[in-house]
Each structure stands twice: as C-alpha cells, then as structure tokens.
C-alpha cells in the first residue's frame, strides 16, 4: 500500500483498524477494553518506516505472550 501511494500509518490503520471495520470485527482492530489482545512491538518506527513491521520483538495473541526477544 506505501508503494502505491500511502503513507505507512496509513496502511498500518487500513491493514488493522480498517480490515476490522470493514469485516464488522467490533472486537479487534484496535486497543481497548473490551477487545481481543492480539498486538505486536516492532523494532523501529512503522509509522515512518513500514519495514518495520518486518522486524517482530514481541507477539501477543488472544493475551497470551507468544513471542518475546
């Protein structure tokens, strides 16, 4: 999507909250009470540089820790 034109918070929002919304998944796209607890933590700065997203340090799903280095 930043290829074609976005800026990489704005394919992170389209990849995450935005899929969510538009598959009506009230319970995930977003970090709030109430949702499901799957997040990753990224080495560097995905909203500058999406590539980022590409270096995972840290996997939560359903609140579980899956991966953590």
Do not use: C, H, W
Not at 9 to 26: E, F, P
Not at 41 to 65: H, N, S, W, Y
Request: glycine share 10%; net charge negative.
């Amino acid at each position: 999507m930043v290829e074609y034109g976005m800026t990489p918070l704005q394919a992170a929002i389209a990849a995450t909250s935005g899929n969510a919304a538009i598959l009506r998944l009230d319970d995930r796209g977003t970090l709030r009470e109430g949702t499901l607890a799957d997040l990753i933590a990224v080495e560097g700065d995905p909203t500058q540089d999406i590539t980022a997203l590409r270096r995972v340090r840290f996997v939560m799903k359903g609140g579980a820790v899956v991966l953590s280095n």
